[in-house]
């Protein structure tokens, strides 16, 4: 539950191997091109290519065969393969198994040469019918659209002073026109709906003289002609029927084209997909190469690879290549100057979580993975607010189906559903149904969350739980400021040591005043304002402690302006922070509260359906809009109140070299 250690490894190797090399790199896929080399000091030096150009090569690569004319050749291919995919019928599908260990580029371009000798030219024509048939289509649910199929459209074409066209406007546009009405030469008339799509289709008619005029409004309005396909004339039920006829002849000829090709269909569709994932490599590989330094007979790469995974990565090299060495560093070795590549690291429980982080954003390399905290404080969280076992079990059902649809989100909910069942347990609360409703449902409370006795444990139990969220966020954020030695965040910041201090003395402070518990009020009080004064003063101090001189590097004036207005955000966020929490309560005692009044609304009905149905009604909006609320809720505590303690997430995605579509 961390962030996967990083090396980066120099590759230096002959340019005879650096194709095989790079596609080792690449079909490992546990390799993160390094691209910020350039821009960083602590490469100078890090490796001289030149300096090992005797060490590695026995030989020169002047006379290296290079069957490619380059990467226009493979676009080609890629193209070709494309299509003839498309006419076939083949799904390309991206699989490294499928590549041959040992395969030559110059042998898969003969044979994709090969096939499309074979079936090329039928498979181009299936292509063009096939766009001929979309293009038919298109136009059919055009005309179709038209209210009145007997409109003759030709012998407008005949007027000699006026000028016609028919074609497409969006529903929003038309609003736009009514409003211009007055200004406009032309006749605009609805004459059709198409209901697959957001547009009506009209007919413009207007004077010749003022076609420019006409055209510069049509084209204001995103007009879209409809321009109709060669030979199709006459009224638009004549059209239909030409329509009709000519995509029957069309499907006809894609029919015995498929025919005369089904049996090399089936002896070349495996091939076709080889071809590409071979194609597609080499599309890969050439993208590494353009990033590569390359030398006069050997070349360097860095790449960055998980530690757990560097002798993987070696032995894979060592396969293919003997003129290649390797220098390796570790991120902690190459310091502050790089920016090596965040991978996350959880178990099956925190995992799905990782999704939420990345919508903030992802943790830098030197910074605490927030996902294990996140992952506790907000199923904790939810099912505080949203505790009923009926109704967690329904979305971890719901989770359970979308599983495989919606990955991650839908194993968020899940655990959120397994949570909430834990919480109906200790409410005693089934669909909305508590204890005196069903007697045998077992509960850890008595009376329910709306019981005058549980309402003020209910509202503390979200209480403790944001002092438990916030002292872990405050902890995370000072070991994030020691692990970059931040001395002034970390120890004298707002959310550092002394913030927490603050925090701590402001919350027993509230509770000093208000009685709850007995505390000499003098003492919170104290350490409130030390804390504060120290936080003021926390550049100061910060460089005092390191033995930094200047104490205030901008200047004292500007300094303690900007300090007084962070402390009183300090104050204000403490406030804030006491409050978000009680919330946590306040929607428990809301979710409960939502539910008895469609109970009690059921209770005023005499008919056992109408009663039954109040209650499913009930629940299914309790599911549906509460649920979403009480989940933005969570979002919004660790976003807002605790991810501005400790989480600054400058990462940069770990994203490995392989194939992709």
């Known amino acids: 539950m961390s962030v996967e250690k990083m090396v980066l490894l120099k590759v230096v190797g002959s340019t005879d191997d650096m194709n095989p090399i790079i596609k080792e790199l690449i079909l490992n896929e546990n390799v993160h091109l390094n691209l910020n080399v350039e821009h960083s000091n602590a490469y100078a030096n890090y490796y001289v290519i030149h300096q090992y150009e005797s060490d590695i090569l026995g030989t020169s690569n002047q006379n290296r065969e290079n069957p490619w004319d380059g990467d226009e050749k493979l676009i080609d291919c890629m193209n070709i393969v494309n299509d003839l995919a498309k006419g076939m019928g083949v799904e390309l599908t991206v699989d490294k198994n499928i590549l041959s260990d040992k395969y030559k580029i110059k042998d898969a371009y ?92 009209y007919m413009i008619m207007y004077p010749k003289q003022f076609k420019g005029e006409t055209d510069n409004l049509l084209k204001s309005l995103n007009w879209t002609k409809l321009e109709r396909p060669e030979g199709i004339t006459g009224t638009p039920e004549q059209m239909l029927k030409e329509i009709d006829e000519r995509l029957s002849g069309l499907n006809a000829e894609i029919s015995r084209l498929n025919a005369a090709i089904e049996a090399e269909k089936k002896t070349n569709a495996s091939s076709i997909n080889r071809l590409f994932n071979i194609f597609n490599l080499e599309e890969r590989i050439n993208e590494v190469v353009d990033k590569a330094e390359i030398g006069n007979n050997i070349f360097a790469v860095d790449v960055w690879v998980q530690e757990s ?10 396969k293919v290549s003997k003129k290649y060495m390797l220098n390796q560093k570790t991120a902690e ?20 979580f990782e999704t939420i982080v990345k919508m ?24 505080i607010m949203f505790g009923d076992i009926g109704q967690g079990l329904v979305y971890f059902l719901l989770g359970l189906a979308l599983k495989k649809k919606i990955g991650a989100f ?41 019981s005058p006795d549980n309402i003020p444990m209910i509202l503390v139990a979200g209480i403790v739980y944001g002092l438990f969220a916030l002292t872990v966020s405050y ?32 919350v027993l402070t509230i509770i000093a005043l208000t009685g709850l518990v007995n505390i000499p009020l003098a003492l919170p009080m104290t350490t409130l304002l030390i804390s504060i004064v120290i936080i003021v ?43 978000s929490f009680v919330r946590v309560g306040a929607f428990a005692l ?30 299914i909006l309790i599911l549906s809009l509460e649920g979403v609320i009480v989940f933005i809720q969570g979002l919004r505590l660790q976003y807002y109140e605790m991810f501005s303690k400790y989480f600054k997430g400058e990462g940069l995605e770990f994203k490995p070299l392989k194939l992709t579509k």
């Open 475 to 506: 902890i995370y954020g000072i070991v994030n400021s020691m692990m970059n030695k931040n001395i002034e965040e970390g120890i004298f910041g707002k959310n550092g040591v002394f913030g927490y201090m603050f925090f701590m003395s402001f």
């Open 590 to 619: 809301n979710h409960a509260g939502l539910f008895m009044a469609f109970l009690v609304m059921s209770e005023m009905v005499e008919n056992i359906i109408a009663k039954i149905a109040i209650l499913v009604v009930g629940n």
């Open 537 to 579: 003063l926390k550049e100061p101090l910060a460089n005092m402690v390191m033995n930094h001189r200047p104490l205030f590097h901008e200047g004292a004036g500007a300094y303690f302006t900007e300090s007084i207005f962070e402390a009183v955000e300090t104050i204000l966020g403490a406030l804030s922070n006491t409050v």
């Open 360 to 383: 903030y954003s992802l943790p830098a390399y030197n910074e605490l993975d927030p996902t294990p905290f996140l992952a506790v404080t907000f199923c904790l969280a939810f099912g």
């Open 110 to 201: 003969e044979e994709l040469i090969g096939i499309n000798d074979s079936i090329g030219s039928k498979i181009s024509g299936i292509n063009l019918i096939r766009e001929k048939i979309k293009v038919l289509q298109d136009f059919r649910v055009k005309v179709d659209s038209i209210l009145d199929k007997t409109l003759v459209l030709d012998k407008m074409s005949d007027l000699n002073y006026f000028e016609y066209e028919i074609g497409m406007l969006s529903r929003d546009i038309r609003w736009k026109l009514k409003k211009n009405y007055e200004n406009i030469s032309a006749i605009v008339m609805k004459i059709g709906i198409i209901n697959s799509s957001a547009e009506n289709i």
């Open 309 to 318: 995974q560097l002798e993987n990565v070696k032995n894979d090299i060592s």
């Open 333 to 352: 070795e190459l310091g502050a100057q790089v920016i090596p590549p965040t991978k996350l690291k959880n178990n099956w429980f925190t995992r799905p």
């Open 410 to 450: 839908a194993e968020i909910v899940m655990r959120l559903g397994v949570s909430s069942i834990a919480f109906g347990f200790v409410y005693g609360s089934m669909f909305g149904l508590e204890k005196h409703e069903l007697p045998w449902l077992p509960s850890l409370i008595e009376g329910g969350p709306l």
